[in-house]
């Protein structure tokens, strides 16, 4: 019975059609409900829907190579993972301060090929894969937070009243150790009124907690506004 089921799920049948297909929406809903869990733009019903639909591509192209008798199967697919690529471009927010939505677009990407396996018939490698994403965006987040705020660099941006409070706060920075890297300068949309927003990217003599020297800056003369940043 056993053997009977897994050469249905190897054919291309109504079975297997099935069970593929909801074998996809299962792992990019698992994935997409991570991502929807921490507000991202791409959540929940767009990580199955394309997990899915990518699944329905390798099962399109796999049904015109055997009613056809040509073609290659794989040919749809290649268009997937190429073609995914606007879908991951709308995730991804660039602002003067930081980049945003890398995480959410690589997951995107990364449905789109676990959907292709499933269509193909390679359940193994989809559900592993699956579940090293998983771990991956939940376990290795945390490992990454861990280590970013002990790391001996730190990239934050900050706002001042004025052109000489910034001055006043890199020699403050300088005269405390922290080597400046490098600093931009804007008075865009960014700011508010005629604030003067600056980012930064600083070194560290060693180890130290980023939430305890965000707020020792906070207190300088002349700064409205301070926090870390980071890339997701």
Not at 73 to 82: D, F, H, N
Not at 100 to 128: E, N, S
Not at 145 to 161: C, D, G, H, T
Not at 188 to 196: A, G, P
Request: hydrophobic fraction near 45%.
């Amino acid at each position: 019975m056993v053997q009977k089921c897994m050469g249905m799920l190897e054919e291309l049948n109504i079975f297997s059609t099935i069970v593929r297909l909801a074998l996809a929406l299962l792992l990019g809903g698992i994935l997409g409900f991570e991502r929807g869990r921490k507000r991202r733009p791409a959540g929940l019903r767009t990580y199955m829907i394309v997990c899915m639909a990518s699944a329905l591509v390798m099962l399109t192209g796999q049904y015109l190579v055997e009613t056809f008798g040509t073609g290659d199967p794989a040919r749809l697919g290649a268009q997937v993972i190429s073609g995914i690529g606007f879908l991951g471009a709308g995730t991804i927010i660039i602002t003067s301060r930081q980049v945003k939505g890398l995480t959410t677009a690589a997951g995107l990407w990364a449905a789109a090929c676990m959907g292709l396996a499933v269509g193909a018939g390679f359940y193994v490698g989809a559900v592993v894969c699956g579940c090293f994403l998983l771990v991956v965006m939940t376990m290795m987040s945390k490992i990454d937070a861990f280590l970013r705020v002990r790391s001996k660099q730190i990239n934050f941006f900050a706002e001042f009243e004025t052109m000489e409070a910034l001055g006043t706060f890199i020699e403050l920075m300088r005269s405390s150790g922290y080597k400046l890297y490098d600093v931009e300068i804007n008075r865009s949309k960014e700011t508010i009124s005629d604030l003067v927003g600056g980012t930064f990217w600083v070194g560290l003599s060693e180890p130290t907690d980023h939430v305890k020297i965000v707020h020792n800056l906070s207190k300088s003369e002349g700064v409205k506004h301070i926090e870390e940043l980071e890339s997701m």
